[in-house]
């Protein structure tokens, strides 16, 4: 079966393009008037504004945090439950005996290019010290910069996700 | 000698047991576990936990089932409705006091009470009234911490101290809900068998220092293997994680060590961690010692071992069967003497076990050894070292005159190491060979008892088991030979040559091994 071609017609005089023209501009300048969407990132981030619009949700899981005491120590005990939960295999810990013979991680990694973001280490961690955070500016200059430390983690400055509640699963 | 056997109904399963068998121990034999804290199989049962409860029909009221005997046509509930409202009852009341720290506790993953709750324990507790009793950890000896509010006062330890090892420092203090395990006053927990407390606790409230927050239970790969400190030959476990040995812990063998093993058995593990092992073959090529490979330093080994005059073997108490057996064939050849180190020190018997010591020959091999020619008289192997053709050190360590005089021997010293030493650049060849760690094989203890070890972690670097290195020289080059590829073809090659492994292979020894048969002499 042959295919149809619908072939259109050469115009056969010469058309104006002023009209064209005017209409393109009538629309720009009406963009002008209208409210804007666009967001400066970054010079602007999104942070929660009047209409909820162009913010994380809380249950946002971006890289990891570790919290600490009021004495500026992790709350982390060591006690291995995120190693073994991850289905990433992505922490490694070493834990070990302070002076006053509490335990604490020797080491504590988090190799942030490994970890697929389940969240499944801030949900088992029973001292709730290790969280994923509110946060998505991951940029460095090395490969090696990824793996954070403990120190890395403690310092991390940003808000840290509320997962979801079992209770509450739409966050209501 | 029969005895009279009652049959008995378990969870609806039948089991015929000799008469006066415990409840507890004819469920095992249902493969029924009854959950149970103060009863253990080598230890006098006080049924004090009530944890065993369990129904039986026609009994009043519930029995427990760790000093129970069982009767004929007995029928035994053990997760009747009763029985499990008692247990979760009991779990109850233990956790009234017993702290939440399972992330930081060392027993967490092979704990009893965490097991145990899990399965039938309450989800929240209803005793709210009080804080809990807190009483601060206490220090009880050498390698053993007491954490005193995790105890559940099961008296495991009070008894193993009291009726096993017959040293009564432990007792229970005070009473009703004040009670925790004192220590007599002045006195240490530092019994030669008292690492075992550790292993009975079935909380974790008596934890060992040397172990304390190294690993989680969950962590640990578990190797059947044979506690290398003495003669004695206890079954144990090696426990690894990442490919380093965390602990050693005791593996029921009733014939040999029974649950138990002893404290310096217990510690002497970090040798098989060591990092200063020698890694690749190395051949002397004039002054200099080269790294090659195995091919290479398999010839050379076979010419070396291809002449004939005087031979001496240096073995380690260590080596296995496998491999003293075919290093020693290797040189026939030779006029041979051969000879084993057996280290020697205090023993130290644990009272209530008979037959079970820290024996005074620290070398778990002798009487393999002895049995495939080797001789302890290791003095007058270093002289015989010193004018022979050839010798053989096999993994043997060696004091620092030792090394001065093998420095010095006349004919060509060929060492089969796992550690780099001093006197390795006198030698014409250096191969690294595994530490029992990391091969398979088999130890002949003092009782001629033949046990198997496995391998529990990963060879040092181009490291191979001596018995493959001594197998693939007998084999001879080339693509035909036929070599033990696996060490229970190289103790079956063993058996070949020697009489007294004959007919046995790593099948027929099993998990819990065979006594050999006695042969006349040790000579081929």
């Given at each position: 079966m042959a295919i149809g071609v619908k072939v259109l017609k050469r115009p056969e005089r010469q058309v104006s393009y002023v009209r064209a023209t005017l209409k393109g501009l009538a629309l720009t300048f009406k963009h002008m008037f209208e409210t804007k969407v666009t967001m400066q990132y970054p010079e602007e981030k999104s942070t929660r504004d009047a209409r909820g619009a162009w913010s994380l949700s809380p249950r946002w899981r971006g890289t990891h945090r570790m919290l600490t005491d009021e004495q500026g120590r992790s709350k982390c005990v060591a006690c291995g439950l995120c190693p073994q939960i991850c289905p990433a295999n992505c922490i490694k810990l070493v834990p070990g005996e302070d002076e006053q013979g509490n335990r604490y991680p020797l080491i504590y990694e988090i190799d942030e290019f490994r970890c697929v973001f389940c969240g499944y280490c801030q949900e088992v961690c029973p001292e709730e010290a290790i969280h994923v955070g509110q946060h998505y500016e991951n940029s460095e200059y090395s490969r090696s910069r990824f793996v954070y430390d403990l120190e890395r983690l403690q310092s991390q400055p940003h808000a840290v996700s509320t997962l979801w509640d079992p209770t509450d699963p739409r966050g209501e | 000698m029969t005895q009279e056997l009652v049959t008995v109904t378990i969870e609806g399963a039948q089991v015929q047991v000799p008469k006066g068998t415990t409840i507890i121990e004819a469920a095992k034999q249902a493969g029924i576990l009854v959950p149970h804290y103060c009863?253990?199989?080598?230890?006098?049962?006080?049924?004090?936990?009530?944890?065993?409860?369990?129904?039986?029909?026609?009994?009043?009221?519930?029995?427990?089932?760790?000093?129970?005997?069982?009767?004929?046509?007995?029928?035994?509930?053990?997760?009747?409705?009763?029985?499990?409202?008692?247990?979760?009852?009991?779990?109850?009341?233990?956790?009234?006091?017993?702290?939440?720290?399972?992330?930081?506790?060392?027993?967490?993953?092979?704990?009893?009470?965490?097991?145990?709750?899990?399965q039938e324990g309450r989800a929240a507790t209803r005793y709210r009234d009080y804080p809990k009793r807190?009483?601060?950890?206490?220090?009880?000896?050498?390698?053993?911490?007491?954490?005193?509010?995790?105890?559940?006062?099961?008296?495991?330890?009070?008894?193993?101290?009291?009726?096993?090892?017959?040293?009564?420092?432990?007792?229970?203090?005070?009473?009703?809900?004040?009670?925790?395990?004192?220590?007599?006053?002045?006195?240490?927990?530092?019994?030669?068998?008292?690492?075992?407390?550790?292993?009975?606790?079935?909380?974790?409230?008596?934890?060992?220092?040397?172990?304390?927050?190294?690993?989680?239970?969950?962590?640990?790969?578990?190797?059947?293997?044979?506690?290398?400190?003495?003669?004695?030959?206890?079954?144990?476990?090696?426990?690894?994680?990442?490919?380093?040995?965390?602990?050693?812990?005791?593996?029921?063998?009733?014939?040999?060590?029974?649950?138990?093993?002893?404290?310096?058995?217990?510690l002497d593990y970090r040798w098989m961690n060591r990092g200063d092992r020698i890694e690749a073959p190395l051949l002397r090529q004039g002054t200099k010692a080269v790294a090659t490979d195995w091919d290479t330093a398999l010839d050379r080994l076979g010419q070396l071992t291809g002449g004939s005059g005087r031979a001496v073997i240096l073995a380690s108490g260590r080596a296995s069967v496998e491999s003293l057996g075919l290093v020693r064939a290797m040189l026939d050849g030779f006029d041979v003497t051969a000879a084993v180190r057996v280290p020697t020190g205090p023993e130290a018997p644990l009272a209530g076990i008979p037959n079970l010591a820290l024996r005074s020959e620290r070398a778990p091999n002798v009487h393999g050894a002895e049995r495939l020619g080797y001789t302890r008289d290791w003095a007058g192997a270093l002289n015989a070292a010193g004018t022979a053709d050839l010798v053989v050190v096999l993994d043997a360590s060696l004091d620092a005159e030792e090394e001065q005089r093998l420095q010095e021997v006349k004919g060509a010293l060929v060492v089969l190491g796992t550690v780099v030493a001093d006197f390795h650049h006198r030698a014409e060849l250096v191969l690294p060979v595994t530490t029992m760690a990391e091969e398979n094989g088999v130890y002949v203890n003092r009782d001629g008892r033949a046990q198997r070890y496995m391998q529990a972690r990963n060879q040092a670097g181009m490291a191979r088991p001596s018995w493959w290195i001594a197998g693939e020289v007998l084999a001879g080059p080339g693509p035909d030979a036929d070599a033990p590829a696996t060490a229970a073809q190289a103790f079956e090659d063993v058996g070949r040559r020697y009489p007294a492994f004959a007919d046995l292979s790593h099948q027929s020894l099993g998990w819990v091994g065979q006594t050999l048969r006695e042969t006349a002499g040790t000579a081929r």
């Open positions: - | 009863y253990h199989p080598s230890l006098p049962a006080p049924a004090v936990c009530r944890m065993c409860l369990v129904e039986v029909e026609k009994a009043p009221k519930l029995l427990p089932a760790c000093v129970t005997a069982v009767a004929e046509g007995q029928v035994v509930h053990v997760s009747s409705e009763r029985a499990k409202k008692a247990r979760t009852g009991v779990l109850e009341f233990l956790l009234i006091n017993h702290p939440l720290d399972c992330p930081i506790c060392d027993q967490s993953g092979e704990c009893e009470l965490q097991d145990y709750t899990f807190y009483n601060p950890v206490e220090d009880f000896g050498p390698d053993i911490l007491y954490v005193t509010n995790r105890c559940i006062l099961c008296t495991r330890c009070v008894r193993f101290m009291d009726d096993v090892a017959k040293s009564a420092v432990l007792n229970v203090s005070e009473r009703g809900d004040r009670a925790f395990i004192g220590i007599a006053e002045e006195q240490l927990l530092d019994h030669p068998w008292s690492g075992n407390v550790v292993d009975l606790c079935p909380v974790g409230s008596l934890i060992s220092k040397d172990f304390l927050h190294k690993a989680r239970a969950w962590e640990l790969d578990k190797t059947a293997s044979i506690c290398t400190g003495c003669s004695q030959g206890c079954n144990i476990t090696i426990e690894t994680r990442d490919d380093a040995v965390v602990r050693l812990k005791p593996r029921p063998n009733m014939d040999v060590n029974r649950h138990f093993m002893c404290d310096t058995g217990r």
